[in-house]
């Protein structure tokens, strides 16, 4: 059978026919910006069953601009101050971002050093607020866990969804980690600082449907979001239900910013790959969002 290689990936899949590659991003952890499959010819067709619609290569819309500053602050709570050639590179290149509908999908942002920095924050941020399963105003259990830190935490009953000020065992909840407070003022300058940092676990099996960020008060305030662990299918629409939705994998270090006229964008995960980052030892996906909440 013949056989198509994608030397990016190293390996080979059946020959299918003549597909675009949507391999665009996310391959590699590659400060500075994504890579793409350079098998122009003979395009890797490993997405194929997947079958999401991928953002397509026209959709990168290249490094943007960050305040050098807050670059530097955020390697050094991550403890990266010591490798400065990847804060140089980044600072040099500036990150690139892929443009989802309006949603600003930031790839390989943080490199695995990093990663592993900030997953050792969270497990002492877990400590102090363990994960909890909600469920909907209907009584039905979310399949993701979730905790959160910093001012405001978000929670769901029968009482419904909203804020609250403390954790549901009574605890208040812990300070959102400076190295998540640097992210988001090289995300998103100018914005009011998070109040909330909400943290969502996928365990196998768990997803999450497409709905709106608006339980906020201010929605001109964006909504900046950090994926680590196992690749999840992101999946963003417009500000009404229904109609057209793409998607593109998120993997661990990668991040997304709502905002603008993106920021009431529906958006959801639809499955994760259990078991696809060696991140956690375990499997599961950790999705980060930070919020401003009054
Ligand atoms: O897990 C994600 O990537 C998305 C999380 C999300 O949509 C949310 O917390 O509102």
Not at 147 to 159: E, I, L, P, Q, Y
Not at 187 to 202: I, M, S, T
């Amino acid at each position: 059978m013949p056989v198509s290689t994608c030397r990016a990936w190293g390996k080979t899949e059946p020959d299918a026919g003549p597909l675009p590659c949507r391999r665009t991003v996310h391959d590699k952890e590659v400060p500075g910006g994504p890579r793409r499959c350079r098998a122009a010819r003979n395009p890797c067709r490993r997405n194929l069953a997947d079958k999401p619609i991928f953002a397509g290569t026209g959709d990168v819309i290249g490094p943007f601009a960050v305040d050098h500053a807050a670059l530097v602050a955020l390697a050094a709570t991550l403890g990266l101050a010591a490798r400065p050639g990847r804060a140089l590179r980044l600072m040099t290149e500036g990150p690139a971002a892929l443009d989802l509908k309006g949603v600003r999908i930031v790839p390989g942002l943080l490199d695995p050093t990093a990663q592993a920095a900030l997953l050792k924050e969270l497990r002492a941020l877990v400590a102090a607020a363990p994960l909890v399963t909600h469920s909907t105003p209907r009584g039905k259990p979310l399949s993701v866990r979730m905790t959160a830190a910093g001012r405001f935490g978000w929670v769901s009953d029968r009482k419904g969804y909203r804020y609250a000020d403390r954790h549901p065992s009574g605890r208040e909840w812990p300070p959102i980690p400076q190295p998540l407070l640097d992210l988001w003022a090289l995300l998103v300058p100018g914005a009011r600082a998070p109040e909330c940092c909400l943290v969502n676990f996928y365990g196998e099996g768990a997803r999450m449907g497409l709905h709106q960020d608006r339980d906020e008060a201010d929605l001109t305030q964006p909504v900046v979001s950090l994926s680590l662990g196992d690749d999840g299918l992101f999946r963003v629409g417009g500000t009404v239900r229904g109609g057209p939705t793409r998607s593109c994998w998120l993997r661990s270090g990668d991040a997304a910013v709502l905002e603008g006229p993106a920021r009431l964008a529906f958006h959801g995960v639809d499955r994760i790959r259990f078991g696809s980052s060696t991140l956690l030892r375990d499997g599961g996906r950790i999705n980060l969002t930070l919020r401003v909440v009054t």
